[in-house]
Protein backbone atom coordinates (compact mmCIF):
# COMPACT_ATOMS: atom_id res chain seq x y z
CA UNK A 1 0.00 0.00 0.00
CA UNK A 2 1.23 3.52 -1.06
CA UNK A 3 -0.05 6.55 0.75
CA UNK A 4 -0.03 10.59 -1.14
CA UNK A 5 -0.62 13.56 0.14
CA UNK A 6 -0.74 16.84 -1.00
CA UNK A 7 -0.06 20.29 0.19
CA UNK A 8 1.06 23.81 -0.97
CA UNK A 9 -2.47 25.11 -2.66
CA UNK A 10 -3.76 28.26 -2.45
CA UNK A 11 -5.01 31.73 -3.92
CA UNK A 12 -2.56 33.42 -6.04
CA UNK A 13 -2.82 36.04 -8.57
CA UNK A 14 -2.60 35.47 -11.93
CA UNK A 15 1.15 35.64 -13.03
CA UNK A 16 2.26 34.45 -9.33
CA UNK A 17 3.34 31.26 -8.62
CA UNK A 18 2.86 28.22 -6.26
CA UNK A 19 4.79 25.13 -5.46
CA UNK A 20 2.68 21.87 -4.34
CA UNK A 21 4.12 19.14 -2.41
CA UNK A 22 3.31 15.30 -2.86
CA UNK A 23 4.58 13.28 0.01
CA UNK A 24 4.81 9.69 -0.55
CA UNK A 25 5.04 7.02 1.80
CA UNK A 26 4.47 2.97 1.96
CA UNK A 27 6.37 0.15 0.74
CA UNK A 28 8.59 0.49 -2.25
CA UNK A 29 7.01 3.47 -2.82
CA UNK A 30 10.32 4.85 -4.38
CA UNK A 31 9.98 2.07 -7.09
CA UNK A 32 6.48 4.10 -8.42
CA UNK A 33 5.87 6.80 -11.38
CA UNK A 34 4.23 10.24 -9.77
CA UNK A 35 2.44 11.70 -11.54
CA UNK A 36 0.12 14.93 -11.46
CA UNK A 37 -3.03 15.29 -12.44
CA UNK A 38 -5.80 18.29 -12.17
CA UNK A 39 -9.59 18.40 -11.66
CA UNK A 40 -11.26 22.10 -12.73
CA UNK A 41 -14.87 22.44 -11.16
CA UNK A 42 -17.30 20.42 -13.69
CA UNK A 43 -14.91 18.56 -15.54
CA UNK A 44 -12.78 15.54 -15.98
CA UNK A 45 -9.23 15.13 -14.28
CA UNK A 46 -6.98 16.03 -16.66
CA UNK A 47 -2.53 15.20 -16.91
CA UNK A 48 -0.35 17.69 -15.55
CA UNK A 49 3.20 16.18 -15.11
CA UNK A 50 4.81 12.95 -14.49
CA UNK A 51 7.99 11.97 -13.82
CA UNK A 52 9.59 8.31 -13.81
CA UNK A 53 10.58 7.34 -10.71
CA UNK A 54 14.24 7.25 -10.74
CA UNK A 55 13.83 10.46 -12.20
CA UNK A 56 14.86 9.75 -15.67
CA UNK A 57 11.90 11.70 -17.49
CA UNK A 58 9.64 13.91 -16.60
CA UNK A 59 6.34 14.36 -19.14
CA UNK A 60 4.11 17.90 -19.14
CA UNK A 61 0.97 18.56 -20.58
CA UNK A 62 0.93 21.00 -23.71
CA UNK A 63 -1.21 23.40 -21.77
CA UNK A 64 1.41 23.58 -18.94
CA UNK A 65 4.86 23.07 -20.73
CA UNK A 66 7.25 25.56 -19.78
CA UNK A 67 5.77 26.82 -16.59
CA UNK A 68 5.12 23.97 -14.35
CA UNK A 69 8.28 22.30 -13.25
CA UNK A 70 7.77 18.72 -12.19
CA UNK A 71 10.54 17.06 -9.67
CA UNK A 72 11.91 14.44 -7.26
CA UNK A 73 13.84 15.87 -3.73
CA UNK A 74 17.60 14.17 -3.62
CA UNK A 75 17.28 14.51 0.04
CA UNK A 76 13.99 13.36 0.65
CA UNK A 77 13.66 10.82 -1.76
CA UNK A 78 9.64 10.30 -0.68
CA UNK A 79 8.75 14.23 -1.31
CA UNK A 80 7.77 14.99 -5.59
CA UNK A 81 7.27 18.85 -6.26
CA UNK A 82 4.84 20.58 -8.47
CA UNK A 83 6.72 24.00 -9.34
CA UNK A 84 4.01 26.31 -11.16
CA UNK A 85 5.09 29.75 -12.17
CA UNK A 86 3.00 31.98 -14.38
CA UNK A 87 0.07 31.01 -13.44
CA UNK A 88 -3.44 31.95 -15.06
CA UNK A 89 -6.63 31.55 -14.11
CA UNK A 90 -7.47 28.49 -16.12
CA UNK A 91 -5.05 26.80 -13.83
CA UNK A 92 -7.58 26.90 -11.04
CA UNK A 93 -8.51 23.00 -10.22
CA UNK A 94 -7.53 20.82 -7.46
CA UNK A 95 -4.32 18.84 -8.16
CA UNK A 96 -3.65 15.61 -7.20
CA UNK A 97 -0.65 13.55 -7.13
CA UNK A 98 -0.54 9.91 -7.75
CA UNK A 99 1.60 6.38 -8.04
CA UNK A 100 1.63 4.26 -10.29
CA UNK A 101 3.62 1.80 -12.83
CA UNK A 102 1.52 2.02 -15.60
CA UNK A 103 1.06 4.74 -18.83
CA UNK A 104 2.76 8.01 -16.96
CA UNK A 105 0.03 10.16 -18.93
CA UNK A 106 -3.36 8.78 -17.95
CA UNK A 107 -5.45 8.26 -14.91
CA UNK A 108 -5.66 3.88 -15.46
CA UNK A 109 -1.73 4.51 -14.93
CA UNK A 110 -1.55 4.77 -11.46
CA UNK A 111 -2.75 2.91 -8.78
CA UNK A 112 -2.69 5.09 -5.28
CA UNK A 113 -4.09 9.00 -5.27
CA UNK A 114 -3.46 11.86 -2.77
CA UNK A 115 -6.98 13.75 -1.59
CA UNK A 116 -6.21 16.75 -3.59
CA UNK A 117 -5.46 20.37 -2.97
CA UNK A 118 -7.15 23.08 -4.42
CA UNK A 119 -5.02 26.00 -6.41
CA UNK A 120 -7.51 29.14 -7.19
CA UNK A 121 -5.45 31.63 -9.53
CA UNK A 122 -7.66 34.91 -9.60
CA UNK A 123 -7.26 37.13 -12.44
Known amino acids: QVQLAESGGGLVQAGGSLRLSCVVSGRTFDSYNIGWFRQPSGQEREFVAA?????????YADSVKGRFTISRDNAKKNTVYLQMNSLKPEDTAVYYCAAGRGSLRMELGYDYWGQGTQVTVSS
Open 51 to 59: IIWNGAGTY
